[in-house]
């Protein structure tokens, strides 16, 4: 006789049931595996604890059971067996869930602490991208006053130029037309009125002049073009040079320039041509701004760091104030300078960028009413700067 095939919905574990006792415990038994295949089927993950104790537990009865029938008479105590089996299963998947929980809670804070590392990291980022921008802001907020600064000092070139240029031109031209015409605007052609005519157009020619070559100097040195080509100068040789080209303007207001050379070195190393330039403009400056039959006094020295040449007046002076203006093209600070001279306002900003090619310095020490005392200072080693 063959077994009849064991139907699972008859099992008393799918009526509610599942650890119902048969009196056939063979048939139980696949009863048993059908409906643990069953539960692990429909568990769902976050009952999966609760599922491995049920589990445990019916492990444990069925085990006790299994011993109980095998070692039946060995055994006194049924309970203790079964109490036994039923702590030690119980336990183990317990134990395991317990420190299967314990490393996954280490798990969750070692990556915690990984996120809020890289969310420091990330804020510090942050912050330096806030510097950035804000250094970047202010650099650009720089420029911009740069610019606009540009923007009014071209604006205020043109202007400058338009009447420097303006003024001995106009000079020139009526002048020559009344040369052509004086016959008709005088009656006649008068040698003195030539002479007179003659010499205000070559004045007028020569400021414009020097105005061009002023211009192309600045615009030269800004744009990176100008060369020094040092060499040895001698000191008295350049002052007595300087102090021989301004002799016309010296005896025409009877003025004079007294040297002191006494701790002079014998020469410098610098460009001949550029020192004559800033000794001249300084030294021109000085006699323009000064009174008349006054002395302006040129002072020299030298150690082994470099030379310093200083030009000393007692004319109308400056502030403070106007004695940076100044250093600026164009800058003619009030009408007593304008009527002091005829400069357009370049020599002084011509004067400081070649001081400043040659690595050295520039000082203006005045006072209104008392006087100016421009010092030059030369590096020895000019290359060093």
Not at 20 to 37: F, G, N, S, W, Y
Not at 210 to 222: K, M, P, T
Request: net charge negative; proline share 3%.
């Amino acid at each position: 006789m063959t077994d009849a095939p064991i139907d699972l919905r008859d099992c008393a574990l799918f009526r509610g049931n599942p650890f119902a006792r048969r009196d056939d415990k063979a048939l139980c038994q696949p009863r048993i595996v059908a409906a643990l295949t069953w539960l692990l089927s429909h568990i769902q993950l976050r009952h999966l604890g609760i599922a491995v104790v049920c589990i445990a537990v019916v492990e444990a009865v069925f085990l006790a059971n299994v011993l109980e029938a095998v070692l039946k008479g060995w055994v006194p105590f049924h309970v203790t067996a079964v109490t036994t089996l039923t702590t030690l299963i119980v336990s183990t998947p317990l134990v395991a869930i317990s420190i299967s929980t314990i490393f996954r809670l280490d798990g969750a804070r070692k990556a915690y602490c990984e996120q809020a590392v890289l969310l420091d990291q990330r804020n510090s980022e942050l912050d330096r991208a806030k510097s950035d921008l804000q250094a970047r802001a202010i650099a650009l907020e720089e420029e911009r006053r740069k610019a606009d600064a540009a923007n009014r000092a071209k604006s205020e070139f043109l202007a400058n130029m338009s009447h420097e240029l303006r003024t001995p031109l106009n000079a020139i031209l009526g002048f020559s037309e009344m040369l052509g015409q004086q016959d008709t605007l005088f009656g006649g052609i008068s040698s003195q009125r030539t002479e007179e005519y003659a010499g205000a157009i070559h004045g007028s020619g020569k400021h414009l002049l020097l105005l061009v070559n002023d211009l192309l100097d600045l615009a030269r040195i800004e744009a990176g073009r100008q060369e020094l080509f040092p060499e040895s100068v001698e000191v008295e040789a350049l002052i007595g040079e300087v102090i021989l080209s301004l002799l016309p303007q010296t005896t025409l207001r009877g003025q004079t320039v007294e040297t002191c050379l006494a701790h002079s070195p014998e020469s410098l190393i610098a460009d001949p041509r550029a020192m004559h330039q800033i000794v001249l403009n300084l030294l021109s400056n000085a006699l323009k701004y000064s009174d008349e039959d006054t002395t302006v006094r040129v002072e020299v020295s030298g150690d082994a760091r470099g030379t310093t040449i200083s030009v000393i007046d007692r004319g109308i002076g400056m502030t403070r104030e106007e004695a940076e203006i100044v250093l600026t093209p164009f800058a003619r600070l009030s009408a007593v300078h304008i009527a002091s001279g005829d400069s357009c306002g370049l020599g002084l900003s011509i004067v400081k960028a070649l001081i400043d090619l040659h690595g050295g310095t520039l000082m203006l020490e005045s006072e209104k009413g008392v006087g100016t005392t421009a010092r030059v200072f030369i590096p020895a080693d000019i290359r060093a700067s």
